[in-house]
């Protein structure tokens, strides 16, 4: 199992519906206390990159480390679909 660092992202003054939804690193971690660790110093970029992406209208809420399977559930949960053509980075890890 992979973990993967994830934000959650305010979207709001953008207008997007849902209005929060999680993204997911690409970097993968074989532990969680391993992904746990390097949150000091992969979220920087990552803030930059979703302030740069949004025009500065984004706000991460809250980060943790995740699997891919509860990424997709927790957006889900939001009122997310997951796309037809979504392709798990892992083989079989949402088995």
């Not at 740069?52 to 679909?81: Q, S, V």
Request: hydrophobic letters at 35%.
């Amino acid at each position: 199992m992979l973990f993967y660092i994830t934000v959650l992202v305010n979207l709001a003054l953008l207008g997007i519906n849902p209005p929060t939804g999680w993204l997911q690193d690409v970097q993968p971690w074989k532990s969680k206390e391993k992904c746990e660790s390097m949150l000091i110093e992969k979220l920087p970029p990552m803030a930059q990159n979703i302030r740069r992406w949004t025009h500065g209208a984004g706000e991460i809420i809250t980060w943790e480390c995740m699997t891919e399977k509860e990424w997709l559930k927790k957006n889900n949960e939001l009122g997310h679909e997951t796309p037809a053509e979504f392709e798990p980075k892992e083989p079989n890890s949402l088995n």
